[in-house]
């Protein structure tokens, strides 16, 4: 089975803060995906990226950053957390050089930030 | 702006009846359809994945597409309480990314 995790599954922050989220995968996936769920707004695309040290932004980048310096990790940073970001962040891995297939998601991390 | 499009519910259905779960989509050149199954506090599940017209069938679940009409669709049988849920819909775009509705809520009546 694939198996994706992420590094929290509740984390509290204050404003200002730099936030790190870290998602791990086990099955050599080569694409690795970061949303944010709110209600009303369904999934939203962050940041995505289909290779070691390549990323894309997606449909909302504003924020934030990320890193994949290894092929099972793929790290989501919050430069100075605002109270706005607060949201539950979910991270995704598909195989091969498509997106055509199926994403498998991580439990998801719900980040508060005071 | 490619979207996919699906009625937020809740759709109430009694215990042993079947769910009928809706989804509509903007892109013609879509090729392939997913649909997920959220728990409340949970992560999404890929419960059925369906790539060409027909149906799909996989034990109690049904994925039906219709790519004339731009819609795919998923049926529950024998609803069971378990299966309340939020079911969500995602479409592959022409530049290979996913786009995924906003979701159903689903509620199974005792």
């Known amino acids: 089975d694939v198996k994706v995790t992420q590094s929290s599954r509740y984390l509290v922050k204050r404003t200002g803060e730099k936030v790190f989220l870290e998602c791990v995968q086990d099955?050599?996936?080569?694409?690795m995906f970061w949303y944010r769920q709110d209600p009303g707004l369904g999934l939203r695309l962050i940041y995505f990226?289909?290779?070691?040290?390549?990323?894309e932004k997606g449909d909302i980048p504003e924020g934030y950053s990320v890193s994949r310096e290894k092929k099972e990790r793929f790290s989501l940073i919050l430069e100075s957390a605002s109270t706005n970001q607060t949201s539950m962040y979910l991270c995704?891995?598909?195989?091969?050089?498509?997106?055509?297939?199926?994403?498998?998601f991580g439990p998801g991390t719900r980040l508060t930030v005071l | 702006q490619k979207e996919v499009e699906q009625n937020s519910g809740p759709l109430s259905v009694p215990e042993g009846a079947i769910a009928s779960l809706n989804c509509t989509y903007s892109?013609?050149?879509?090729?392939?359809f997913f649909w997920y199954r959220q728990y409340s506090g949970k992560s999404p599940e890929l419960i059925m994945s369906?790539?060409?017209?027909g149906d799909k069938e996989d034990g109690r679940f049904t994925a039906q597409l219709n790519k004339a009409s731009q819609y795919v669709s998923l049926l529950i049988r024998d609803s069971q309480p378990s299966d309340s849920a939020t079911y969500l819909c995602?479409?592959?775009?022409?530049?290979?990314?996913?786009?995924f509705g906003k979701g159903t809520r689903l509620h199974i009546l005792p």
């Open positions: 892109d013609r050149v879509s090729q392939s």
């Open positions: 995704a891995s598909s195989t091969g050089t498509s997106g055509w297939v199926e994403q498998f």
């Open positions: 099955m050599d996936h080569e694409n």
């Open positions: 369906i790539y060409s017209n």
């Open positions: 990226s289909y290779d070691v040290k390549m990323k």
């Open positions: 995602a479409v592959t775009l022409r530049d290979d990314k996913i786009i």
